[in-house]
């Protein structure tokens, strides 16, 4: 008889293992099936491994500025391996750590590919394909392949690098974001496609130590989501580093050299341009893992590849649950996380709010930082509310200064006639640091009036966030 389970998770990524803890936590007998790594692509190839390189870029950024600062630092340089060995040692450590958690969670991990083959039951088989060899081997104690039967299903096999017909990555010339993480050799020019997060971290990362970046973005705005105040802060500051942007601007081909690529790009205007580099990075967004896994047997209504679910991660199928990147934007761990805890507690019979993706807030760890969450300005004026918009620049903090980060901006946007924080939009060192205050604040309803009451420590950045506040009612103090 397959062995029954009250919760059975698919995928341990972000998702799925914390979903799996929260159901432990709440007595369900829980199993986790994952193919190939466990913590998923966050940190095996995703959030965590790119943190480590970027924070590499910026040692090594601070290193070339020693002067600055009354230091001296001779003959140092990059030593690309050691820079990727430790990146991958440290995405080693998270899935470990995710092995531990299961472990003392009692959690059973069942290692292999599984599909749905009722709303109730799941066939397991050996993985077939792996994406990357993984770097950890699976459990010793891992149950294999075979039907496992559950009351609840929760899908949580998150998503895949997109590809663009005609430009495949090939794993040599044309990269995704694993070949990025894990370059052999450092390439002298690299050509971005995409100017959301991921293409602009590799593209910060690969400047800092020394390659000739150009990005190319089909929209006019670069970090397309973003503030566009922001995102022409993020442009001039990169472009001060040296990395070229063509937006508004279409890769159509990517041709192959001997030595590197040509990418072919047709401009607004009709005109046409070739971009060469060692390599080209394709960096325009994801696809959900939603196929063979036997959805639509089952009947699960997928929407151009996402899971469709309520705000609470239920499908069409009672019973069945999606949770993460197969569930639909935004492509986050965070919001991933959050709907875990949703969809275990809604099983298990507690009361609990659903999703609100107003706010959920978005990081971008290149260099300058940039962090938000809630309404752009242009965003809110179109709700059609009176708005109040309040600035404050990085050189008008005395820490900012004592750091050496004297650029970059807090931007805070009001409703005019409720004090309702609508929207926080950050540019500037440590600001991922930072959102999570103006995050608190949303979720707690907060106005203007309770932000401008609250003390923030000096000297610290979080002080631009208050100014910020300020400025929106004509109040700001240090500027
Ligand atoms: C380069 C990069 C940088 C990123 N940086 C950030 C960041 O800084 N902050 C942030 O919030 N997000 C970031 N993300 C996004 C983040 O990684 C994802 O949003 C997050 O991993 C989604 O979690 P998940 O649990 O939905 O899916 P995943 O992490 O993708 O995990 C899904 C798991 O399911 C497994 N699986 C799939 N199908 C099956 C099957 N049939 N059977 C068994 N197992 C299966 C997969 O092997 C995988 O381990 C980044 C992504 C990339 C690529």
Redesign the pocket.
């Known amino acids: 008889m397959a062995d029954s389970y009250d919760l059975i998770i698919?995928?341990?990524?972000?998702?799925?293992y914390v979903a799996a803890i929260r159901a432990a936590q709440l007595g369900l007998k829980t199993a986790i099936?994952?193919?190939?790594?466990?913590?998923?692509?966050?940190s095996?190839?995703?959030?965590i491994p790119?943190?480590a390189l970027l924070r590499s870029a910026e040692i090594y950024g601070h290193m070339n500025h020693a002067k600055d600062y009354g230091l001296v630092a001779e003959k140092f340089g990059v030593d690309l391996d050691g820079v990727v060995k430790r990146s991958r040692g440290i995405a080693a450590q998270m899935n470990n750590g995710v092995q531990f958690l299961m472990k003392k969670n009692k959690v059973d991990v069942i290692w292999?590919?599984?599909?749905l083959t009722s709303a109730t039951e799941i066939k397991?088989a050996p993985t077939a394909k792996k994406?990357m060899q993984p770097q950890v081997p699976p459990p010793k104690n891992a149950l294999g392949a075979g039907t496992y039967k559950a009351k609840n299903i929760i899908v949580?096999?998150?998503?895949r690098?997109r590809v663009l017909p005609g430009i495949e990555p090939d794993g040599d010339r044309i990269w995704t974001?694993f070949e990025?993480?894990v370059p052999a050799a450092m390439p002298k020019s690299l050509v971005v496609m995409g100017s959301g997060?991921?293409g602009m971290?590799?593209a910060s990362f690969y400047r800092s130590l020394g390659a000739e970046v150009t990005i190319i973005e089909l929209l006019p705005q670069i970090l397309p989501v973003e503030d566009a105040e922001i995102a022409a802060h993020v442009k001039k500051r990169f472009e001060k580093r040296g990395i070229k942007f063509m937006t508004e601007a279409k890769v159509a081909r990517v041709e192959k050299t001997k030595d590197g690529i040509i990418a072919h790009v047709e401009l607004k205007d009709g005109s046409k341009a070739q971009v060469a580099g060692d390599r080209l990075i394709s960096a325009v967004g994801?696809q959900c893992?939603s196929e063979?896994?036997g959805l639509e047997k089952v009947g699960v209504k997928i929407d151009r590849g996402a899971i469709v679910v309520d705000d609470h991660g239920r499908t069409n199928v009672p019973g069945v649950w999606a949770?993460?990147?197969?569930a639909g934007p935004p492509?986050?761990?965070?919001?991933?996380e959050h709907e875990a805890v949703i969809v275990v507690e809604t099983i298990a019979g507690l009361k609990v709010h659903g999703l609100d993706k107003r706010k959920i807030p978005g990081?971008t760890?290149c260099e300058p930082q940039v962090a938000s969450v809630g309404l752009t300005e242009a965003k809110a004026k179109e709700t059609g509310r009176e708005i109040k918009v309040g600035r404050f620049p990085f050189i008008g903090n005395g820490k900012a200064i004592a750091l050496g980060e004297p650029e970059g901006l807090v931007k805070t946007i009001f409703d005019a006639k409720t004090g309702e924080l609508l929207g926080a939009h950050m540019v500037g060192a440590e600001v991922t640091e930072l959102i999570q205050g103006f995050v608190i604040a949303m979720n707690l309803e907060t106005t203007e009036e309770e932000l401008m009451h609250t003390i923030f420590p000096h000297p610290t950045l979080s002080e631009m966030m208050k100014e910020s506040v300020l400025d929106a009612y004509g109040r700001a103090l240090n500027m």
């Open positions: 698919i995928g341990a990524g972000p998702g799925g099936v994952e193919r190939e790594h466990l913590a998923g692509i966050c095996n190839w995703g959030c790119t943190k292999g590919e599984a599909v397991v994406i949580a096999t998150g998503a690098p974001y990025s993480m997060a991921i971290e590799f994801v893992n063979n896994l949770i993460g990147d197969v492509m986050l761990a965070h919001k991933a990081c760890y």
